[in-house]
């Protein structure tokens, strides 16, 4: 691995799994690609560069769970279905189960509309510790990424209250969960990444050649979406996991990622 040295002496150490990964005969394998990439993706959460981004995804995550709890909670409160007293607490009891349900499922579509409009700050920092010698990316512009999130953002909450059906099959639910949220949310936030660098041909085409994989990583990041914690630090893992996994893909020269 000729300039790991040098590599490594210029920017610091790498976190000891990360170095035993690089190590690791085949370690350029798809399937080992992704989860270096999202072993990275954790270790940028300690990164000075990455901390308002980290704060922001907090601040907005939190925001975000307790408004539409509070929202979706409300509705279903206000919501009158019986006149006989009894029956319509029971409903009412029942509603606020239902407000839990529907703040889970909505909530990766809604954080991630908002953080949506903050991957360039995170990618930087990523790039910044990864990837120097990197250009200045030319991003995308500010229309270009509101229509973005608003269409996959919009999809997700349609797709995922249609997949309340699958309620009625419990043993179902997870599978169309994960796959939904899977698909969507690594779609959503890897056109974020790559169109800051690259147009939406490429782009789209990237997306295809490597689609299995990136599926799988979406499959991460909706799993991420539902551990009660980390789910307000999963926009910031995505986001950085998806930029290792763009520049591993295009094989851009020259701009391996220390440790690679």
């Known amino acids: 691995m000729p300039g790991l040295a040098a590599q490594y002496s210029a920017g610091g150490v790498p ?30 959460l300690g990164d000075r560069a990455t901390r308002r981004a980290v704060w922001i995804s907090l601040g907005l995550s939190a925001g975000v769970l307790a408004g ?10 206000a919501t009158q279905v019986f006149q006989t007293g009894w029956l ?15 703040t889970w499922l909505l909530f990766p579509a809604v954080v991630s509309a ?5 991957v360039d700050g995170i990618a ?6 990864h990837y120097p010698g990197l250009p200045p990316a030319p991003g995308e512009s500010l229309a270009s990424s509101i229509l973005t999130v608003a269409r996959f953002s919009g ?43 690259v147009g939406a041909e490429e782009a789209r085409a990237l997306r295809k050649a490597h689609r299995t994989h990136l599926f799988a990583s979406g499959v991460v990041i909706a799993l991420l979406f539902t551990v009660p914690g980390v789910n307000l630090l999963a926009p910031v893992v995505a986001t950085a996991a ?19």
């Open 15 to 44: 976190p000891p799994t990360e170095f035993c990964l690089a190590r690791v005969p085949g370690a350029d394998k798809p399937g080992l690609v992704v989860i270096r990439a999202f072993i990275k993706a954790v270790g940028q």
């Open 68 to 77: 539409l709890w509070a929202a979706i909670g409300y509705m279903l409160a």
């Open 88 to 102: 319509e607490m029971a409903v009412d009891l029942l509603g606020g189960a239902a407000a839990v349900v529907f």
């Open 114 to 118: 908002f953080i949506g409009l903050h």
């Open 124 to 129: 930087r920092a990523v790039e910044s510790r």
């Open 155 to 197: 999809l997700m909450v349609v797709l995922n209250l249609a997949a309340l059906v699958f309620l009625l099959v419990p043993p179902l639910f997870p599978f169309v969960f994960l796959a939904v949220n899977g698909y969507l949310l690594s779609r959503e936030y890897f056109e974020l990444v790559a169109h800051r660098r």
């Open 242 to 260: 998806m930029v290792h996994l763009f520049e591993a893909w295009r094989g851009a020269p020259g701009q391996q990622s220390q440790g690679e």
